[in-house]
Protein backbone atom coordinates (compact mmCIF):
# COMPACT_ATOMS: atom_id res chain seq x y z
CA UNK A 1 0.00 0.00 0.00
CA UNK A 2 1.66 3.22 -1.05
CA UNK A 3 1.56 6.55 1.09
CA UNK A 4 -0.83 7.85 -1.71
CA UNK A 5 -3.47 5.36 -0.75
CA UNK A 6 -2.99 5.37 3.01
CA UNK A 7 -3.61 9.27 2.58
CA UNK A 8 -6.82 8.84 1.01
CA UNK A 9 -7.58 6.14 3.36
CA UNK A 10 -7.18 8.53 6.65
CA UNK A 11 -9.08 11.68 4.39
CA UNK A 12 -12.01 8.97 3.83
CA UNK A 13 -12.04 8.51 7.43
CA UNK A 14 -12.41 12.29 8.25
CA UNK A 15 -14.12 13.92 5.51
CA UNK A 16 -17.41 12.09 6.85
CA UNK A 17 -17.01 13.92 10.64
CA UNK A 18 -15.79 17.25 9.03
CA UNK A 19 -18.44 17.44 7.00
CA UNK A 20 -21.12 16.74 9.64
CA UNK A 21 -19.49 19.08 12.04
CA UNK A 22 -19.51 21.99 9.58
CA UNK A 23 -22.94 21.70 8.28
CA UNK A 24 -24.03 21.55 11.58
CA UNK A 25 -22.90 24.98 12.16
CA UNK A 26 -23.28 26.49 9.27
CA UNK A 27 -26.73 26.61 9.37
CA UNK A 28 -26.36 28.48 12.75
CA UNK A 29 -23.85 30.53 11.63
CA UNK A 30 -25.93 33.82 11.92
CA UNK A 31 -26.29 33.10 15.72
CA UNK A 32 -22.19 33.69 16.48
CA UNK A 33 -22.77 37.21 15.74
CA UNK A 34 -24.04 39.81 18.02
CA UNK A 35 -22.69 37.97 21.07
CA UNK A 36 -19.93 39.83 22.62
CA UNK A 37 -16.65 40.80 20.76
CA UNK A 38 -16.64 38.87 17.36
CA UNK A 39 -12.34 38.44 18.01
CA UNK A 40 -10.53 38.11 21.28
CA UNK A 41 -7.06 38.07 21.83
CA UNK A 42 -5.02 36.80 24.46
CA UNK A 43 -1.28 34.86 25.11
CA UNK A 44 2.02 35.57 26.53
CA UNK A 45 5.53 36.69 26.45
CA UNK A 46 8.47 35.48 27.68
CA UNK A 47 12.33 36.48 27.46
CA UNK A 48 15.36 35.94 29.21
CA UNK A 49 19.34 35.69 29.00
CA UNK A 50 21.68 33.77 31.06
CA UNK A 51 24.80 35.11 32.48
CA UNK A 52 27.72 32.78 32.90
CA UNK A 53 31.44 33.73 33.75
CA UNK A 54 34.43 31.88 35.05
CA UNK A 55 34.44 28.48 36.72
CA UNK A 56 36.17 26.39 33.95
CA UNK A 57 32.53 25.25 32.30
CA UNK A 58 32.13 24.48 29.07
CA UNK A 59 29.07 26.70 29.03
CA UNK A 60 27.70 29.56 26.56
CA UNK A 61 28.96 33.26 28.27
CA UNK A 62 25.47 34.46 27.04
CA UNK A 63 22.67 32.73 26.33
CA UNK A 64 18.94 33.90 25.68
CA UNK A 65 15.70 32.16 25.52
CA UNK A 66 12.29 33.53 23.75
CA UNK A 67 9.41 31.98 23.69
CA UNK A 68 5.23 33.13 23.95
CA UNK A 69 2.06 31.59 22.98
CA UNK A 70 -1.12 33.61 21.26
CA UNK A 71 -4.84 32.55 20.76
CA UNK A 72 -7.50 34.21 18.34
CA UNK A 73 -10.92 33.55 19.27
CA UNK A 74 -13.11 34.32 16.43
CA UNK A 75 -17.29 34.36 17.61
CA UNK A 76 -16.40 31.90 20.50
CA UNK A 77 -16.33 28.86 18.38
CA UNK A 78 -12.95 28.86 16.83
CA UNK A 79 -9.73 29.12 18.29
CA UNK A 80 -6.28 30.08 17.12
CA UNK A 81 -3.26 28.89 19.04
CA UNK A 82 0.07 29.89 18.34
CA UNK A 83 3.61 29.56 20.25
CA UNK A 84 6.89 29.53 19.12
CA UNK A 85 10.38 29.10 20.76
CA UNK A 86 13.50 30.52 19.99
CA UNK A 87 17.42 30.61 21.34
CA UNK A 88 21.00 30.93 20.34
CA UNK A 89 21.71 27.94 22.24
CA UNK A 90 23.97 25.65 20.84
CA UNK A 91 24.49 28.32 17.89
CA UNK A 92 26.61 27.30 14.98
CA UNK A 93 26.01 24.01 15.25
CA UNK A 94 22.91 21.85 13.16
CA UNK A 95 21.00 18.98 14.71
CA UNK A 96 18.12 16.97 13.29
CA UNK A 97 15.97 18.29 16.05
CA UNK A 98 16.20 22.12 16.66
CA UNK A 99 15.42 23.63 19.39
CA UNK A 100 13.40 26.74 17.66
CA UNK A 101 10.25 25.56 17.40
CA UNK A 102 6.74 27.72 15.48
CA UNK A 103 3.62 26.14 16.18
CA UNK A 104 0.30 26.41 15.32
CA UNK A 105 -2.89 24.65 16.57
CA UNK A 106 -6.21 25.89 15.90
CA UNK A 107 -9.47 24.89 17.26
CA UNK A 108 -13.08 24.12 16.09
CA UNK A 109 -15.23 22.37 18.09
CA UNK A 110 -13.60 19.00 18.17
CA UNK A 111 -11.16 19.38 15.97
CA UNK A 112 -7.56 20.29 16.17
CA UNK A 113 -5.12 21.26 14.05
CA UNK A 114 -0.80 21.34 14.66
CA UNK A 115 0.69 23.11 12.14
CA UNK A 116 4.66 23.83 12.27
CA UNK A 117 7.19 21.74 14.82
CA UNK A 118 4.41 19.90 17.19
CA UNK A 119 4.47 16.39 18.48
CA UNK A 120 1.91 13.82 18.93
CA UNK A 121 1.47 10.31 20.60
CA UNK A 122 -0.29 7.21 19.28
CA UNK A 123 1.00 4.34 20.74
CA UNK A 124 4.24 3.50 22.82
CA UNK A 125 4.99 1.26 20.14
CA UNK A 126 4.37 3.65 17.20
CA UNK A 127 4.45 7.13 17.80
CA UNK A 128 5.26 8.23 20.87
CA UNK A 129 6.18 12.21 21.49
CA UNK A 130 8.11 12.54 18.81
CA UNK A 131 8.66 16.25 17.30
CA UNK A 132 8.33 16.74 13.61
CA UNK A 133 7.92 19.70 11.03
CA UNK A 134 4.54 19.39 9.29
CA UNK A 135 0.96 19.12 9.98
CA UNK A 136 -1.02 16.79 12.12
CA UNK A 137 -5.15 16.79 13.16
CA UNK A 138 -6.63 15.30 16.14
CA UNK A 139 -10.77 14.52 15.06
CA UNK A 140 -12.24 14.27 18.54
CA UNK A 141 -16.34 15.45 18.40
CA UNK A 142 -18.82 14.09 20.99
CA UNK A 143 -19.68 10.67 20.08
CA UNK A 144 -17.43 7.16 20.39
CA UNK A 145 -15.50 7.76 17.65
CA UNK A 146 -11.60 10.12 17.61
CA UNK A 147 -9.59 9.91 15.00
CA UNK A 148 -5.64 11.46 14.49
CA UNK A 149 -3.46 11.74 11.33
CA UNK A 150 0.07 13.41 11.17
CA UNK A 151 2.58 13.60 7.90
CA UNK A 152 5.83 15.89 8.48
CA UNK A 153 9.66 15.72 8.50
CA UNK A 154 10.86 13.37 11.57
CA UNK A 155 14.55 14.33 10.92
CA UNK A 156 16.64 17.35 9.41
CA UNK A 157 19.32 16.64 6.92
CA UNK A 158 22.76 16.67 8.92
CA UNK A 159 26.00 16.74 6.87
CA UNK A 160 29.28 15.18 8.39
CA UNK A 161 31.23 16.96 10.38
CA UNK A 162 35.00 15.83 11.16
CA UNK A 163 35.50 18.86 13.65
CA UNK A 164 32.43 18.10 15.66
CA UNK A 165 31.97 14.81 17.01
CA UNK A 166 29.35 15.40 19.47
CA UNK A 167 26.70 16.12 16.83
CA UNK A 168 26.19 12.58 14.66
CA UNK A 169 24.73 13.03 11.01
CA UNK A 170 21.25 11.90 10.05
CA UNK A 171 19.31 11.83 6.67
CA UNK A 172 16.19 13.49 6.18
CA UNK A 173 13.20 11.13 7.58
CA UNK A 174 9.67 11.98 6.34
CA UNK A 175 7.07 9.79 7.96
CA UNK A 176 2.99 9.99 7.83
CA UNK A 177 0.43 8.03 10.04
CA UNK A 178 -3.11 7.64 11.72
CA UNK A 179 -5.23 6.13 14.81
CA UNK A 180 -9.03 5.72 14.82
CA UNK A 181 -10.65 4.72 17.98
CA UNK A 182 -13.76 3.83 19.56
CA UNK A 183 -14.52 4.50 23.30
CA UNK A 184 -17.85 2.92 24.72
CA UNK A 185 -18.29 2.41 28.46
CA UNK A 186 -18.03 -1.24 28.31
CA UNK A 187 -15.52 -1.74 25.83
CA UNK A 188 -12.62 0.24 23.55
CA UNK A 189 -11.28 -0.43 20.34
CA UNK A 190 -8.46 1.18 18.83
CA UNK A 191 -5.59 0.92 15.84
CA UNK A 192 -2.51 3.05 14.78
CA UNK A 193 0.37 2.70 12.30
CA UNK A 194 3.18 4.92 11.36
CA UNK A 195 5.28 4.98 8.29
CA UNK A 196 8.86 6.55 8.14
CA UNK A 197 11.47 6.81 5.66
CA UNK A 198 14.72 8.19 5.36
CA UNK A 199 15.39 10.00 1.98
CA UNK A 200 19.32 9.23 0.46
CA UNK A 201 20.74 12.09 -0.94
CA UNK A 202 23.25 11.41 -3.60
CA UNK A 203 25.05 15.22 -2.77
CA UNK A 204 25.00 14.19 1.06
CA UNK A 205 28.06 12.11 2.47
CA UNK A 206 27.98 9.96 5.66
CA UNK A 207 30.83 7.42 5.92
CA UNK A 208 29.73 3.87 6.63
CA UNK A 209 32.17 3.53 9.36
CA UNK A 210 29.79 5.69 11.39
CA UNK A 211 27.45 2.72 11.20
CA UNK A 212 24.34 5.38 10.15
CA UNK A 213 22.14 3.71 7.77
CA UNK A 214 19.25 4.87 5.78
CA UNK A 215 16.15 3.39 7.26
CA UNK A 216 12.38 2.26 6.74
CA UNK A 217 9.86 1.04 8.96
CA UNK A 218 6.35 0.16 9.49
CA UNK A 219 4.88 -0.18 13.00
CA UNK A 220 1.17 -0.91 13.41
CA UNK A 221 -0.39 -1.35 16.45
CA UNK A 222 -3.84 -3.07 17.87
CA UNK A 223 -5.34 -2.22 20.82
CA UNK A 224 -8.25 -2.98 23.25
CA UNK A 225 -10.23 -2.81 26.86
CA UNK A 226 -13.23 -4.50 28.02
CA UNK A 227 -14.81 -3.78 31.46
CA UNK A 228 -16.50 -7.13 31.93
CA UNK A 229 -17.77 -5.86 35.48
CA UNK A 230 -18.17 -3.11 37.74
CA UNK A 231 -14.42 -2.50 39.33
CA UNK A 232 -12.87 -5.07 36.52
CA UNK A 233 -10.93 -4.11 34.02
CA UNK A 234 -8.68 -5.57 31.23
CA UNK A 235 -6.50 -4.06 28.39
CA UNK A 236 -4.41 -5.38 26.03
CA UNK A 237 -2.35 -4.10 22.72
CA UNK A 238 -0.40 -5.88 20.10
CA UNK A 239 2.35 -3.87 17.52
CA UNK A 240 4.30 -5.10 14.81
CA UNK A 241 7.06 -3.39 13.46
CA UNK A 242 8.52 -4.07 10.28
CA UNK A 243 11.74 -2.55 9.80
CA UNK A 244 14.85 -1.49 7.08
CA UNK A 245 18.01 -1.33 8.49
CA UNK A 246 19.47 -0.24 5.58
CA UNK A 247 16.97 0.36 2.67
CA UNK A 248 19.76 0.35 0.03
CA UNK A 249 20.65 -3.51 1.27
CA UNK A 250 19.01 -5.60 -2.16
CA UNK A 251 20.60 -8.85 -0.83
CA UNK A 252 19.68 -9.04 3.03
CA UNK A 253 17.93 -12.18 4.75
CA UNK A 254 14.88 -10.92 7.24
CA UNK A 255 15.18 -12.31 10.82
CA UNK A 256 11.23 -12.66 10.98
CA UNK A 257 10.99 -12.95 15.28
CA UNK A 258 7.75 -11.52 15.37
CA UNK A 259 6.39 -12.84 12.18
CA UNK A 260 6.06 -11.48 8.63
CA UNK A 261 1.91 -10.13 9.13
CA UNK A 262 3.00 -6.80 7.63
CA UNK A 263 5.35 -8.30 4.82
CA UNK A 264 2.07 -9.99 3.49
CA UNK A 265 -0.42 -6.87 3.91
CA UNK A 266 1.82 -3.91 2.86
CA UNK A 267 3.89 -5.86 0.20
CA UNK A 268 7.42 -5.59 2.30
CA UNK A 269 10.12 -7.11 0.18
CA UNK A 270 10.76 -9.88 3.12
CA UNK A 271 14.41 -10.73 2.16
CA UNK A 272 15.27 -7.20 3.24
CA UNK A 273 12.95 -6.66 6.31
CA UNK A 274 13.29 -7.87 9.98
CA UNK A 275 9.67 -7.87 11.68
CA UNK A 276 9.77 -7.50 15.70
CA UNK A 277 6.14 -7.75 17.46
CA UNK A 278 5.71 -6.19 21.17
CA UNK A 279 2.78 -7.38 23.16
CA UNK A 280 1.36 -5.46 26.49
CA UNK A 281 -1.59 -6.85 28.63
CA UNK A 282 -3.31 -5.43 31.82
CA UNK A 283 -5.50 -6.39 34.42
CA UNK A 284 -6.83 -3.66 37.32
CA UNK A 285 -9.66 -4.91 39.82
CA UNK A 286 -11.07 -2.51 42.45
CA UNK A 287 -13.00 -3.77 45.23
CA UNK A 288 -14.29 -1.78 48.06
CA UNK A 289 -11.41 0.61 48.50
CA UNK A 290 -8.62 -1.98 47.40
CA UNK A 291 -6.70 -1.64 44.44
CA UNK A 292 -4.93 -4.80 42.47
CA UNK A 293 -3.17 -5.32 38.96
CA UNK A 294 -1.33 -7.19 37.11
CA UNK A 295 0.77 -6.30 33.95
CA UNK A 296 2.89 -8.04 31.14
CA UNK A 297 4.54 -7.03 28.63
CA UNK A 298 7.19 -8.28 25.93
CA UNK A 299 9.38 -6.62 23.30
CA UNK A 300 11.45 -8.53 20.91
CA UNK A 301 15.02 -8.24 20.68
CA UNK A 302 16.10 -5.64 18.57
CA UNK A 303 12.15 -3.86 18.44
CA UNK A 304 12.64 -0.31 17.08
CA UNK A 305 10.16 2.55 15.70
CA UNK A 306 11.05 5.37 13.76
CA UNK A 307 8.38 7.46 16.13
CA UNK A 308 10.21 6.95 19.36
CA UNK A 309 13.36 8.73 20.20
CA UNK A 310 14.59 5.63 22.45
CA UNK A 311 13.01 2.26 23.00
CA UNK A 312 13.63 -0.87 25.29
CA UNK A 313 13.56 -4.09 23.86
CA UNK A 314 14.46 -7.43 24.44
CA UNK A 315 12.61 -7.78 27.96
CA UNK A 316 9.99 -9.21 29.47
CA UNK A 317 7.87 -7.85 32.43
CA UNK A 318 5.24 -9.38 34.66
CA UNK A 319 4.39 -7.10 37.33
CA UNK A 320 1.58 -6.90 40.49
CA UNK A 321 -0.11 -4.03 42.50
CA UNK A 322 -1.80 -3.70 44.83
CA UNK A 323 -3.04 -0.66 47.20
CA UNK A 324 -5.17 -0.73 50.48
CA UNK A 325 -5.99 2.64 52.82
CA UNK A 326 -6.49 1.92 56.48
CA UNK A 327 -6.95 3.48 59.51
CA UNK A 328 -10.05 5.18 58.87
CA UNK A 329 -8.58 6.27 55.47
CA UNK A 330 -6.02 8.23 57.34
CA UNK A 331 -3.21 5.92 56.03
CA UNK A 332 -2.67 4.33 52.82
CA UNK A 333 0.04 1.23 51.62
CA UNK A 334 0.76 0.30 48.17
CA UNK A 335 3.21 -2.02 46.71
CA UNK A 336 4.54 -3.84 43.84
CA UNK A 337 6.46 -6.89 42.23
CA UNK A 338 7.89 -7.54 39.46
CA UNK A 339 10.10 -9.85 37.38
CA UNK A 340 12.57 -8.71 34.83
CA UNK A 341 14.32 -10.56 31.92
CA UNK A 342 16.35 -10.47 28.59
CA UNK A 343 17.95 -12.45 26.57
CA UNK A 344 14.62 -13.72 25.20
CA UNK A 345 16.05 -15.60 21.86
CA UNK A 346 19.35 -16.98 23.79
CA UNK A 347 21.43 -15.32 21.65
CA UNK A 348 23.78 -13.27 23.88
CA UNK A 349 26.80 -14.19 25.79
CA UNK A 350 25.30 -13.57 29.15
CA UNK A 351 21.54 -13.26 30.25
CA UNK A 352 19.96 -11.27 33.04
CA UNK A 353 16.83 -11.29 34.92
CA UNK A 354 16.06 -8.93 37.79
CA UNK A 355 13.15 -8.84 40.34
CA UNK A 356 12.16 -5.40 41.74
CA UNK A 357 9.81 -4.83 44.72
CA UNK A 358 8.85 -1.46 45.92
CA UNK A 359 6.50 -0.22 49.23
CA UNK A 360 5.31 2.85 50.00
CA UNK A 361 2.94 4.12 52.79
CA UNK A 362 2.19 7.03 54.68
CA UNK A 363 0.28 8.53 57.77
CA UNK A 364 -1.82 11.98 57.92
CA UNK A 365 -3.19 11.57 61.64
CA UNK A 366 -4.50 15.28 61.57
CA UNK A 367 -3.25 18.32 59.64
CA UNK A 368 0.12 19.02 61.81
CA UNK A 369 1.63 15.79 61.01
CA UNK A 370 2.72 13.47 58.04
CA UNK A 371 4.82 10.86 57.37
CA UNK A 372 6.03 9.07 54.51
CA UNK A 373 8.06 6.22 54.09
CA UNK A 374 9.22 3.84 50.80
CA UNK A 375 10.83 1.28 50.58
CA UNK A 376 12.55 -0.60 46.85
CA UNK A 377 14.77 -3.74 46.28
CA UNK A 378 16.40 -4.41 42.89
CA UNK A 379 17.97 -7.91 42.25
CA UNK A 380 19.14 -8.58 39.47
CA UNK A 381 21.09 -11.85 38.54
CA UNK A 382 23.58 -12.17 35.23
CA UNK A 383 24.89 -15.26 33.88
CA UNK A 384 28.01 -14.76 31.44
CA UNK A 385 28.27 -17.72 29.12
CA UNK A 386 32.00 -17.15 27.13
CA UNK A 387 33.25 -19.63 24.77
CA UNK A 388 35.82 -21.29 26.83
CA UNK A 389 33.71 -22.13 29.67
CA UNK A 390 32.80 -24.91 27.43
CA UNK A 391 35.65 -25.47 25.90
CA UNK A 392 38.03 -25.83 29.19
CA UNK A 393 35.16 -28.03 30.94
CA UNK A 394 36.38 -30.99 32.52
CA UNK A 395 32.82 -32.20 33.56
CA UNK A 396 29.40 -30.92 33.58
CA UNK A 397 29.07 -29.50 36.89
CA UNK A 398 32.90 -28.24 36.95
CA UNK A 399 32.97 -24.39 37.72
CA UNK A 400 29.37 -24.07 36.55
CA UNK A 401 28.79 -20.65 38.81
CA UNK A 402 32.12 -19.42 38.51
CA UNK A 403 30.20 -16.45 36.06
CA UNK A 404 27.21 -16.11 37.33
CA UNK A 405 26.97 -12.86 39.62
CA UNK A 406 24.11 -11.59 41.67
CA UNK A 407 23.67 -7.45 42.29
CA UNK A 408 21.29 -6.72 45.21
CA UNK A 409 20.27 -2.96 45.62
CA UNK A 410 17.87 -1.38 48.42
CA UNK A 411 16.92 1.80 48.81
CA UNK A 412 14.88 3.58 51.87
CA UNK A 413 13.47 6.73 52.72
CA UNK A 414 11.50 8.33 55.70
CA UNK A 415 10.20 11.87 55.49
CA UNK A 416 8.46 13.35 58.88
CA UNK A 417 6.65 16.68 58.68
CA UNK A 418 5.51 18.89 61.66
CA UNK A 419 3.84 21.96 62.28
CA UNK A 420 5.20 22.83 66.03
CA UNK A 421 2.72 25.64 66.09
CA UNK A 422 0.21 28.03 64.00
CA UNK A 423 -1.99 30.80 64.45
CA UNK A 424 -2.62 33.81 62.62
CA UNK A 425 0.67 35.62 62.98
CA UNK A 426 3.80 32.69 63.12
CA UNK A 427 3.89 29.52 61.51
CA UNK A 428 6.46 26.93 62.92
CA UNK A 429 7.18 24.07 60.91
CA UNK A 430 9.70 21.06 61.16
CA UNK A 431 11.13 18.62 58.50
CA UNK A 432 12.95 15.62 58.73
CA UNK A 433 14.44 13.57 55.70
CA UNK A 434 16.54 10.66 55.43
CA UNK A 435 17.25 8.11 52.97
CA UNK A 436 19.33 4.54 52.86
CA UNK A 437 20.87 3.32 49.53
CA UNK A 438 22.85 0.19 49.62
CA UNK A 439 24.59 -2.03 46.56
CA UNK A 440 26.39 -5.18 46.70
CA UNK A 441 27.76 -7.51 45.03
CA UNK A 442 27.19 -11.42 45.39
CA UNK A 443 29.24 -14.37 43.61
CA UNK A 444 29.40 -17.92 44.32
CA UNK A 445 26.98 -16.98 47.30
CA UNK A 446 29.38 -14.32 49.37
CA UNK A 447 29.15 -11.16 49.83
CA UNK A 448 32.10 -9.08 48.54
CA UNK A 449 32.35 -5.75 50.62
CA UNK A 450 34.96 -4.81 48.70
CA UNK A 451 32.60 -4.61 45.23
CA UNK A 452 29.72 -2.71 47.72
CA UNK A 453 28.13 0.61 48.49
CA UNK A 454 25.93 2.44 50.98
CA UNK A 455 24.81 5.82 50.81
CA UNK A 456 23.38 7.86 53.70
CA UNK A 457 21.61 11.10 53.05
CA UNK A 458 19.77 12.91 55.65
CA UNK A 459 18.31 16.70 55.86
CA UNK A 460 16.45 18.65 59.01
CA UNK A 461 14.80 22.05 58.14
CA UNK A 462 12.94 24.43 60.39
CA UNK A 463 10.75 27.21 59.01
CA UNK A 464 9.40 30.29 60.57
CA UNK A 465 6.60 32.28 58.53
CA UNK A 466 5.89 35.45 59.44
CA UNK A 467 2.03 35.47 57.90
CA UNK A 468 1.53 39.22 57.90
CA UNK A 469 4.61 40.65 57.36
CA UNK A 470 5.08 37.62 54.44
CA UNK A 471 8.21 36.99 55.58
CA UNK A 472 9.69 33.12 55.92
CA UNK A 473 13.35 31.91 57.49
CA UNK A 474 14.31 28.77 57.30
CA UNK A 475 17.51 27.14 58.28
CA UNK A 476 18.80 23.63 57.76
CA UNK A 477 21.39 20.86 58.14
CA UNK A 478 22.62 18.32 55.38
CA UNK A 479 24.73 15.50 55.70
CA UNK A 480 25.85 12.86 53.22
CA UNK A 481 27.98 9.87 54.15
CA UNK A 482 29.03 7.35 51.52
CA UNK A 483 30.76 4.26 51.68
CA UNK A 484 31.95 2.93 48.07
CA UNK A 485 34.15 -0.31 48.09
CA UNK A 486 37.09 0.23 50.70
CA UNK A 487 36.74 4.47 51.17
CA UNK A 488 34.28 6.05 53.06
CA UNK A 489 33.12 10.10 52.09
CA UNK A 490 31.44 12.23 54.31
CA UNK A 491 29.64 16.00 53.48
CA UNK A 492 27.91 18.33 55.50
CA UNK A 493 27.20 21.83 56.05
CA UNK A 494 24.57 24.36 56.89
CA UNK A 495 21.79 26.03 54.83
CA UNK A 496 20.33 29.74 55.89
CA UNK A 497 17.42 31.51 53.63
CA UNK A 498 15.47 34.56 53.71
CA UNK A 499 12.14 35.16 51.53
CA UNK A 500 9.91 38.13 51.49
CA UNK A 501 6.44 39.98 50.08
CA UNK A 502 7.37 43.60 50.36
CA UNK A 503 5.11 46.67 48.73
CA UNK A 504 1.37 44.62 48.94
CA UNK A 505 3.05 41.78 47.51
CA UNK A 506 4.10 43.60 43.59
CA UNK A 507 7.92 42.81 45.03
CA UNK A 508 9.27 39.75 45.80
CA UNK A 509 12.58 38.82 46.99
CA UNK A 510 14.97 36.25 48.52
CA UNK A 511 18.70 35.01 49.90
CA UNK A 512 20.47 32.00 50.80
CA UNK A 513 23.45 30.70 51.49
CA UNK A 514 25.06 27.21 52.31
CA UNK A 515 28.37 25.86 53.03
CA UNK A 516 29.24 22.38 52.78
CA UNK A 517 33.15 20.50 53.58
CA UNK A 518 33.48 17.07 52.19
CA UNK A 519 36.43 14.39 53.66
CA UNK A 520 37.69 11.53 51.82
CA UNK A 521 39.28 8.54 54.37
CA UNK A 522 39.38 11.48 57.09
CA UNK A 523 41.29 13.92 54.63
CA UNK A 524 40.17 17.22 53.54
CA UNK A 525 38.39 17.15 49.94
CA UNK A 526 37.38 20.55 49.52
CA UNK A 527 34.77 23.29 50.32
CA UNK A 528 31.73 24.67 48.81
CA UNK A 529 30.26 28.19 49.49
CA UNK A 530 26.74 29.15 47.95
CA UNK A 531 25.51 32.85 47.74
CA UNK A 532 21.80 32.72 46.07
CA UNK A 533 20.07 35.88 45.80
CA UNK A 534 16.54 36.35 43.40
CA UNK A 535 13.95 38.64 43.06
CA UNK A 536 10.62 39.62 41.08
CA UNK A 537 8.66 42.81 40.87
CA UNK A 538 4.68 43.14 38.94
CA UNK A 539 3.79 45.79 37.25
CA UNK A 540 0.45 46.36 36.63
CA UNK A 541 -0.67 42.69 36.86
CA UNK A 542 0.71 42.16 33.42
CA UNK A 543 4.45 42.62 33.39
CA UNK A 544 6.74 40.34 35.29
CA UNK A 545 10.63 41.51 36.05
CA UNK A 546 12.54 38.32 37.76
CA UNK A 547 16.19 37.89 38.47
CA UNK A 548 18.25 35.12 39.77
CA UNK A 549 21.86 34.91 40.73
CA UNK A 550 24.68 32.54 42.18
CA UNK A 551 27.88 32.79 43.11
CA UNK A 552 29.79 29.66 43.52
CA UNK A 553 33.20 29.12 44.96
CA UNK A 554 35.14 26.01 45.77
CA UNK A 555 38.70 25.54 47.39
CA UNK A 556 39.87 21.88 46.46
CA UNK A 557 43.57 20.56 47.15
CA UNK A 558 43.99 20.72 43.39
CA UNK A 559 43.31 24.95 43.28
CA UNK A 560 40.24 27.22 43.74
CA UNK A 561 37.83 28.22 41.19
CA UNK A 562 34.97 30.66 41.56
CA UNK A 563 31.33 30.97 38.78
CA UNK A 564 28.65 33.42 38.83
CA UNK A 565 25.48 32.68 37.01
CA UNK A 566 22.82 35.34 36.23
CA UNK A 567 19.36 35.27 34.85
CA UNK A 568 16.84 37.70 33.74
CA UNK A 569 14.27 37.37 32.21
CA UNK A 570 10.62 39.66 31.67
CA UNK A 571 7.11 37.89 31.23
CA UNK A 572 4.11 39.82 29.24
CA UNK A 573 0.12 38.25 29.94
CA UNK A 574 -2.10 39.52 27.79
Not at 229 to 246: F, H, P, Q, V, W
Request: glycine share 8%.
Amino acid sequence: MNKGRILSLCMGLLLPMCTFAQSFDLEHIGDMFGKGKPIKVNGGLNASTVLNSGGGYSRQPFTWFLNGNLNTNLFGQLNLPFSFNLTNAGAGYSYPNMPNRLSLHPTYKGVTAHIGDVSMSFSPYTLNGHQFTGVGIDVMPESEWSVSVMYGRLLRAVDYDSTNRSVLPSYKRMGYGAKLGLMKEKYALGASFIRAEDKVDPMQYLPDTLHIFPKANLAVSLTAMIRPRKGLEITAEYTNSAMKLDKRDNAGVSKASGGNILGSIFMYDQRRTYFFKAIKAGMNYSFYKSTIGIGYERVDPGYQTLGAYYMNNDLENITVNFSQPFLKDKANISASVGYQRDDLNHTKSGATSRMVSSLNANYMPNEKFTANFSYSNFQTYTHIKPQFEYINQTGPYVDMDTLNFKQISQNAGLNLNYSLRANKTKSHNINMNLSVQDAADIQNGVLWKGNGSRFYNSSTAYTLLLIPQQISFTSAFNASYNTIGRSDFLTLGPTLGLNAKLFHKKVTGGFSTSYNTSTNDGQQQGQVLNLRMNAAYLFMKKHNFNMNAVHQTRWTPKGNNSNLTATLGYNYNF
